[in-house]
């Protein structure tokens, strides 16, 4: 399989930090001075500290849409991969952003770029983007497709949690509560065609962190056989116990890694999914990975949820620093909780 085009749209609201901070004093005008004040300040530390900036979200005011910025996406994946449309002979649309339960998205995205083709979904979370790649090379090596797309719309944040997460002041509640300030927006469409290139796809699951990060439905007390409140911020909104998720996400894919690569010096690159500068610096300094993993997205666009990875790789590849030929290894972790490593010569 090879990756013959990579093509991402942001959404044009800019939100930094200070914005951030500013619409939440804004939203709880009764709260007292001084509580207000000091939940800021801890919440201004945290975001410093675990590396975020910026995020931005599409503006509805000016009528930006998730499907114009995902058809935007696809049109130039296309066309950067010299693939006419009606060369894809499946698209497959993968994360959490969606408008629908049923049917799946990828017929609304086939139907805006008029393709007649093979359309499913596949959904897991931030590893999603991966899970769909992965079942794009089984099709591809099977010789049922010769060009697939793979499309993402990460839209998020007003369908689960902006601004309803900002009312409130309680700093128990950041416990979790605070991935969801560091949300951040984007579309990305993937062209992957029929190569003789060998991909290495290796993934582990934990189910018993799975109630770290959740974002539940109104049955989800039918379905979890769970004891506990999983909708700690209410129904369809965001729940995520970030700093757990973030150390047993680390030790787990710092683990795996060691086992897969006793020996890291050929590979070029890792692309991890970035939820957190922090933890990322950690897993690259616990690794002696120096210098060799792309960490450049969370800080401007915060965290893409199954965006970011290849958001990184059009980055990383737009800038000169990824080349063809160079050795690669994703290495996402995901709420599940599950990690991946998929290595292959981009």
Same mark, same amino acid.
């Given at each position: 399989?090879r990756?013959g085009?990579?093509?991402?749209?942001?959404?044009?609201?800019?939100?930094?930090?200070?914005?951030?901070?500013?619409e939440?004093?804004k939203?709880?005008?009764?709260?007292?001075?001084?509580?207000?004040?000091?939940?800021?300040?801890?919440?201004?530390?945290?975001?410093?500290?675990?590396?975020?900036?910026?995020?931005?979200?599409r503006?509805?005011?000016?009528?930006?849409t998730?499907h114009?910025?995902i058809?935007?996406? %696809?049109t130039?994946? !296309? *066309?950067?991969?010299?693939?006419a449309?009606?060369?894809?002979?499946? +698209?497959?649309?993968? /994360? #959490? &952003?969606?408008?629908?339960?049923?049917?799946?998205?990828?017929?609304?995205?086939?139907?805006?770029?008029?393709?007649s083709?093979?359309?499913?979904?596949v959904?897991?979370?931030?590893?999603s983007?991966v899970?769909?790649?992965?079942?794009a090379?089984?099709?591809?090596?099977?010789?049922l497709?010769?060009h697939?797309?793979?499309?993402?719309?990460?839209?998020?944040m007003?369908?689960?949690?902006y601004?309803?997460l900002?009312?409130?002041?309680?700093?128990?509640?950041?416990?979790?509560?605070?991935?969801?300030?560091?949300?951040?927006?984007?579309?990305?469409?993937?062209?992957?065609?029929?190569?003789?290139?060998?991909?290495?796809?290796?993934?582990?699951?934990?189910?018993?962190?799975?109630?770290? %990060?959740?974002i539940? !439905? *109104?049955?989800?007390?039918?379905f979890?056989?769970?004891d506990a409140? +999983?909708?700690?911020n /209410? #129904? &369809?909104?965001?729940?995520?116990?970030?700093?757990?998720?973030?150390?047993?996400?680390?030790?787990g894919?710092?683990?795996?890694?060691?086992q897969e690569?006793?020996?890291?010096d050929?590979i070029?690159?890792?692309?991890p999914h970035?939820?957190?500068?922090?933890m990322?610096?950690?897993?690259?300094?616990r690794l002696?990975l120096?210098?060799?993993?792309?960490?450049?997205?969370?800080p401007r666009?915060?965290n893409l949820?199954?965006?970011?990875?290849?958001a990184?790789?059009n980055?990383?590849?737009?800038?000169?620093?990824?080349r063809r030929?160079?050795?690669?290894?994703?290495?996402?972790?995901s709420?599940?909780?599950?990690?991946?490593l998929?290595e292959?010569?981009?």
């Amino acid at each position: 399989m090879r990756i013959g085009s990579i093509a991402v749209r942001i959404p044009s609201r800019k939100i930094t930090n200070e914005d951030m901070l500013a619409e939440i004093a804004k939203l709880n005008p009764d709260s007292s001075p001084k509580q207000l004040n000091r939940y800021l300040r801890g919440l201004g530390f945290i975001l410093d500290r675990c590396g975020s900036n910026t995020r931005f979200l599409r503006d509805r005011e000016s009528g930006e849409t998730a499907h114009a910025l995902i058809h935007e996406a %696809c049109t130039e994946a !296309l *066309a950067s991969a010299g693939i006419a449309a009606e060369d894809i002979g499946l +698209l497959i649309y993968c /994360g #959490v &952003g969606r408008g629908f339960l049923e049917p799946a998205s990828a017929y609304f995205v086939a139907r805006s770029l008029g393709l007649s083709c093979e359309c499913f979904d596949v959904l897991d979370a931030c590893m999603s983007w991966v899970r769909a790649l992965h079942i794009a090379y089984q099709f591809l090596a099977a010789g049922l497709h010769r060009h697939i797309l793979v499309v993402n719309g990460e839209f998020n944040m007003y369908e689960h949690g902006y601004p309803e997460l900002l009312r409130g002041i309680c700093r128990e509640r950041l416990r979790y509560t605070f991935p969801a300030f560091t949300i951040g927006e984007a579309a990305t469409a993937t062209v992957v065609s029929a190569s003789e290139e060998i991909w290495r796809f290796r993934f582990r699951s934990q189910p018993e962190h799975v109630a770290l %990060c959740t974002i539940p !439905l *109104a049955a989800h007390a039918d379905f979890s056989g769970i004891d506990a409140d +999983l909708a700690l911020n /209410g #129904v &369809g909104q965001f729940v995520s116990f970030g700093q757990k998720l973030s150390c047993a996400g680390l030790e787990g894919i710092v683990n795996f890694i060691k086992q897969e690569y006793p020996n890291r010096d050929a590979i070029r690159w890792w692309f991890p999914h970035a939820a957190s500068r922090e933890m990322c610096r950690l897993a690259e300094q616990r690794l002696g990975l120096q210098g060799r993993v792309f960490n450049d997205v969370f800080p401007r666009y915060g965290n893409l949820v199954s965006a970011s990875i290849p958001a990184a790789l059009n980055i990383a590849l737009s800038d000169g620093r990824l080349r063809r030929g160079q050795r690669v290894v994703l290495c996402p972790v995901s709420a599940g909780m599950s990690q991946a490593l998929v290595e292959f010569t981009f």
